[in-house]
């Protein structure tokens, strides 16, 4: 049970080239979100899945895109990264919408836009 | 529309002497309350919850918090820090009407020898 897993762990892109954070979860989580975390701020919501097949956007959707074809992944897709999005992004899942399950989280992925 | 707020950035603490991380949120229904914590370079860890019941809530580590409905607070304690308790704490709700969490800034926990 490898619990949230997410790639690459570090990545630097130039601005307006695009790529795609993968994450995974092997738990059978019905929950699934996307969040940034920028010094001072706590984490932000970016996008988040109640289940496959349905997505919705968070606090801070603006310029990424997600899609979820299966309950085990939630890939974020940048579309053209911006300096802006320089920031570490942290997956995570919970068993339920219930409001009173935790979330998991994956050990995160540290994104550089020059 | 629900909020956390975490007074604090940084906290200081003696090891061995007991320390306390505040919370205090604001919520439209029920609150469920949700403590985590980051070590450098990892990802975020579940402490423990409050749900429902009793108020002083016990969980990993030695960690515990204290639900006060009327000061809308959740305040992480512990009776003696260590060294190794030093890290970033977030203080996170949901209320009974919203499927996602609101985390507060983090407060830094730094446990002196």
């Known amino acids: 049970n490898a619990g949230v897993t997410q790639t690459p762990k570090f990545q630097v892109l130039k601005t307006g080239q695009s790529m795609t954070l993968q994450c995974a979860q092997d738990m059978n989580h019905e929950y699934m979100s996307w969040y940034r975390q920028d010094p001072g701020m706590g984490l932000r919501l970016i996008h988040y899945s109640v289940g496959a097949g349905i997505t919705d956007q968070g606090e801070v959707p603006n310029g990424y895109n997600v899609s979820r074809s299966t309950t085990e992944d939630f890939p974020l897709r940048l579309l053209s990264a911006a300096p802006s999005q320089t920031s570490v992004y942290f997956c995570?899942?919970?068993?339920?919408?219930?409001?009173?399950?935790?979330?998991?989280f994956g050990p995160g992925t540290r994104l550089t836009v020059l | 529309a629900q909020s956390v707020a975490q007074p604090e950035d940084q906290v200081n603490v003696a090891e061995g002497n007991p320390l306390t991380v505040k919370c205090t949120y604001s919520?439209?229904?029920?609150?469920?309350l949700f403590w985590y914590v980051q070590y450098p370079n990892r990802g975020l860890q579940f402490l423990l919850k409050y749900i429902t019941g009793d108020n002083l809530v016990k969980g990993s580590y030695g960690f515990e918090a204290e639900f006060n409905k009327s000061q809308t607070s959740f305040h992480l304690k512990k009776p003696s820090a260590l060294v190794s308790d030093s890290a970033l704490y977030f203080c996170a709700v949901r209320d009974n009407y919203g499927q996602n969490f609101v985390f507060g800034p983090g407060t830094r926990l730094s446990v002196l020898p």
């Open positions: 919520v439209s229904g029920n609150p469920y």
């Open positions: 995570a899942s919970s068993p339920g919408v219930g409001p009173y399950n935790e979330q998991f």
